[in-house]
């Protein structure tokens, strides 16, 4: 009783348009307040009002908002579906990578490796592949630590350590939004004109990629799945970045309900990169032979080029000097 | 390798600007979410 006359007088003296909103409640005295205030019920004027706001002369105009209600919202999203979400997506995509290698195990080149190979990726395409990567695995985890970590880690390690490695991670995904943001441009500058999608890409999907059987569907330079994996990386990043920066001016572009809906995009286009790239780093190490070769040492051995991107192959082989050295 | 570990210390490096960055540019959080009137402590140093 005592906290809804409480509510009643704060809200009685805030927000005049509260009362305007209720046509079936008791009206108030001339005073503004109500000590009965039986009809005043505070979720009612919660659900009713995005904000509810007072009038006040300083310049700072923030002043003015007494209680923003979705915020409640968003943090019982944040307490309880977000960190299911979370659970269902990461372990979920771990387990059906495990499945998947049990049942189909690592997927070899056909007759063993070769003696010789082709340059896939020169030192820059690996660079930026590398600033990205390594950029985002730090950015996952601290992320996936603000979500998760005092129901995950706290337990684990206790209170002062995970204070301290909670820190650590905090300062890293401010810090390190920079050079993936960085890593994540260069990509779409560099590689966009090998990720057009196009009919052959279609063909590549319906036929599982190759996944399931002996034979690999044609492919230039980048296959369906990689296309598929490019672009994630492109819009998403750029949303994570976009969202991502707006979090970290707190005011400069948004109110106070706009970065709540960034933070729930934020996270949300987090979780399924994170999906994406479970999968794609699965594939492009443990997954495939030979593969990492790609974006470790460049050289990919050329039968497992001629399985995988056949027509990026023919194209590399028709540019290549009569020596039969490779033009790149 | 090589290239990859050049990544990473680009990574790091550009990092590091970015913390001399942000700290010209970004407020702090007991500044950045509250209002003009309001005086909070800074976090982690009571009375401060």
């Not at chain 1, 730090?138 to 995950?152: D, E, T």
């Not at chain 1, 707006?246 to 005011?251: A, E, G, K, N, R």
């Not at chain 2, 990859?4 to 959080?29: C, D, H, R």
């Amino acid at each position: 009783m005592f906290k809804a006359a409480l509510i009643a007088l704060l809200l009685a003296a805030a927000i005049p348009t509260a009362h305007a909103q209720a046509p079936s409640r008791q009206e108030a005295p001339a005073s503004g307040f109500n000590p009965t205030a039986t009809e005043v019920k505070e979720q009612d004027l919660l659900n009713a009002l995005s904000k509810v706001e007072g009038r006040i002369s300083i310049p700072d105009t923030r002043a003015a908002t007494l209680i923003q209600p979705a915020g409640q919202t968003w943090r019982d999203y944040r307490r309880g579906p977000l960190l299911w979400i979370t659970a269902a997506i990461v372990l979920g995509m771990m387990a059906l990578l495990t499945l998947f290698y049990l049942i189909r195990g690592r997927i070899r080149i056909e007759g063993g490796r070769g003696t010789r190979t082709v340059l896939r990726f020169g030192a820059f395409e690996r660079f930026m592949h590398w600033v990205t990567a390594a950029s985002w695995c730090v950015l996952a985890v601290s992320g996936l630590n603000i979500v998760a970590g005092s129901r995950v880690l706290l337990p684990l390690i206790g209170q002062d350590a995970f204070s301290t490695v909670s820190g650590w991670l905090k300062y890293s995904h401010n810090f390190l939004a920079f050079p993936f943001t960085s890593g994540v441009v260069l990509m779409l500058l560099v590689w966009v004109r090998h990720n057009i999608p196009n009919r052959m890409d279609l063909e590549w999907f319906r036929q599982g990629g190759g996944l399931f059987g002996h034979r690999h569907p044609h492919s230039r330079k980048f296959n369906g799945g990689q296309k598929a994996v490019f672009w994630i990386v492109v819009l998403g990043g750029g949303a994570l970045a976009a969202t991502g920066f707006t979090l970290m001016f707190p005011f400069y572009i948004t109110d106070v309900t706009g970065m709540q809906l960034a933070q729930i995009a934020h996270g949300g286009v987090s979780l399924l990169m994170i999906g994406a790239m479970l999968g794609h780093i699965y594939i492009g190490s443990v997954g495939m032979e030979g593969a990492l070769d790609a974006m470790n040492s460049g050289q990919v051995d050329r039968k497992w080029a001629a399985a995988h991107h056949d027509l990026w192959l023919a194209e590399v082989d028709a540019k290549s000097t009569p020596s039969g050295h490779p033009a790149e | 390798m090589r290239v990859f570990l050049i990544a990473v210390t680009s990574m790091i490096a550009v990092a590091v600007g970015a913390y001399y960055g942000l700290n010209l540019i970004q407020k702090p959080a007991d500044v950045a979410f509250a209002v003009s009137g309001a005086r909070l402590d800074a976090p982690g140093q009571p009375g401060g």
